[in-house]
């Protein structure tokens, strides 16, 4: 049967500007959370990781804030480029439970010119 | 450069027809995953391997089954594809601790498609 794909919410930022994306959890036990990029037809890229007992971390060009008591993610990028343009999904995971993670649902990140 | 390589990088397979995935790491990691990704949507593990142990998610259907040989190898067989089994396939890796995370790192995917 034909299959319909879902539409990603998308983020459209100007070059050079700074991009937020946000990113909502479920389980108030989990202590391990991740940011992905993935651009099309490759696999998800690391960016960032940040665990539960810090609000805050930073890469090159790249801030993870957490926020536990109203289990929010987000990711700033600085200056943005054309090539942070991609789909970007946050995971978190509950290290007591297992070591799986469980993925948001995407957004994607579309930088103008 | 330490990676995770998938081969091949596009499959084409029959309905019904076997088709085995494969995955290789050269990172020495303890633990190996499968993730199914459809079109616009987030990836869906399958199933990983956390050294010889495997452990398979309770909605992976049967048709789906994975050998890991060695540390460095783990192979993904659909025995009997479906259309609805069409879409990139992607293998991770991680270190495995107790008690801590890891990041995952992944391969480039295996866009699998069924005529």
């Known amino acids: 049967g034909e299959s319909v794909g879902l539409h990603l919410p998308t983020l459209s930022v100007q070059e050079g500007d700074n991009s937020i994306i946000n990113c909502a959890y479920s389980?108030?036990?989990?202590?391990?959370f991740i940011w992905y990029k993935q651009e099309s037809g490759k696999g998800p890229q690391f960016i960032i990781d940040?665990?539960?007992?810090?609000d805050k971390r930073q890469g090159q060009r790249v801030t993870v804030l957490l926020n536990k008591t109203v289990k929010h993610l987000s990711l700033q990028i600085a200056a943005t480029q054309p090539g942070d343009s991609a789909v970007y999904f946050c995971?978190?995971?509950?290290?007591?439970?297992?070591?799986?993670?469980?993925f948001g649902k995407g957004i994607t990140l579309s930088v103008r010119p | 450069d330490a990676m995770v390589i998938q081969n091949p990088r596009y499959q084409v397979t029959q309905f019904g027809k076997p088709v085995t995935l494969s995955c290789s790491q050269t990172?020495?990691?303890?633990?190996m995953y499968w993730y199914q990704q459809k079109s616009s949507q987030a990836p869906k593990l399958l199933f990983h391997?956390?050294?010889?142990?495997?452990?398979n998610e309770a909605d992976t259907p049967d048709n789906f089954q994975s050998r890991r040989p060695n540390t460095s190898f783990c192979f993904l067989d659909i025995r009997s594809p479906g259309l609805g089994d069409a879409a990139m396939y992607l293998c991770?890796?991680?270190?495995?601790?107790?008690?801590?995370?890891?990041?995952?790192?992944f391969g480039p995917g295996t866009r699998l498609t069924v005529t």
């Open positions: 995971a978190e995971n509950n290290t007591g439970a297992n070591s799986k993670l469980t």
């Open positions: 391997y956390y050294d010889k142990d495997f452990n």
């Open positions: 940040i665990r539960s007992n810090m």
């Open positions: 991770a890796t991680s270190r495995g601790g107790w008690g801590i995370t890891y990041e995952q790192y």
């Open positions: 990172l020495n990691h303890n633990v």
């Open positions: 389980n108030s036990a989990s202590d391990y």
